[in-house]
């Protein structure tokens, strides 16, 4: 299993309850505005603590209440996209890939300029950049990291229909070429039924 979820946590008065299995590829975790999609993101990349249960990702348990292991953020190597992309706007977009570069990082910087098309980008501000072109960096930089899975959390959410076309081909060919589990959130049915091998409804 790339994805095996036992979650039950509380965030004031609602309750986030999850259970779920999936294999590889990429799985969506589907669900309107408030359902917890993010907090779960946030769960298995150890940013936050559910209360009780059970994260296991490509057989590796990164967090389990029962046997007292919480794997920390730092150490889970989890590639994470956020959805407002979160580049450092006083880098340009080659410190903003660099930070955090990892030597296990699936493609060498060359090779992830040359995948996500964005070379030409390097000396550019982040202010600078269209939405298309601010995500791709923002996957480029989690490449980098030394990922052993991607979360991204409503990646196309804030782009037009031109852009959503273009970072949807990037997921689609992570996907086949990359060969890394990937857990993905959106509100968006026809999206996740387009990317997504396995669907998690919310």
């Known amino acids: 299993m790339s994805f ?14 999850l259970r ?20 779960i993101l946030n769960m298995v990349a150890g940013i936050v603590a559910p209360d009780r249960g059970r994260i296991t990702v ?15 953020a730092s150490q889970r190597r989890a590639g994470y996209v956020f959805q407002d992309g979160r580049l450092f706007p006083h880098m340009r977009v080659r410190a903003n890939l660099l930070y955090g570069r990892h030597g296990d990082a699936p493609l060498s ?22 939405g298309g072109e601010a995500q791709r960096v ?7 990291s030394g990922p052993r899975f991607l979360l991204l959390d409503e990646p196309l959410s804030s782009l037009d229909p031109a852009r959503r076309e273009e970072i949807s ?24 039924e387009r990317l997504a091998d396995h669907i998690i409804p919310l």
């Open 4 to 17: 095996d979820l036992e979650i039950d946590h509380r965030i004031g008065d609602r309750p986030i309850r």
């Open 20 to 39: 779920a299995q999936a294999g590889a590829g990429l799985t969506a975790l589907l669900g309107p505005s408030g359902a917890g999609k993010t907090s």
């Open 58 to 72: 490509a057989g590796e348990t990164l967090f389990d209440s029962s046997a007292a292991i919480n794997v920390p």
């Open 109 to 130: 910087f060359e090779a992830i300029l040359d995948f996500l098309g964005i070379g030409h980008l390097l000396d550019r501000w982040p202010a600078t950049l269209s």
């Open 138 to 144: 923002t996957i480029g930089r989690a490449l980098l």
């Open 169 to 192: 081909t990037v997921i689609e060919r992570m996907k086949r070429d990359l060969a890394m589990p990937i857990l993905y959130v959106s509100h968006d049915r026809a999206e996740v």
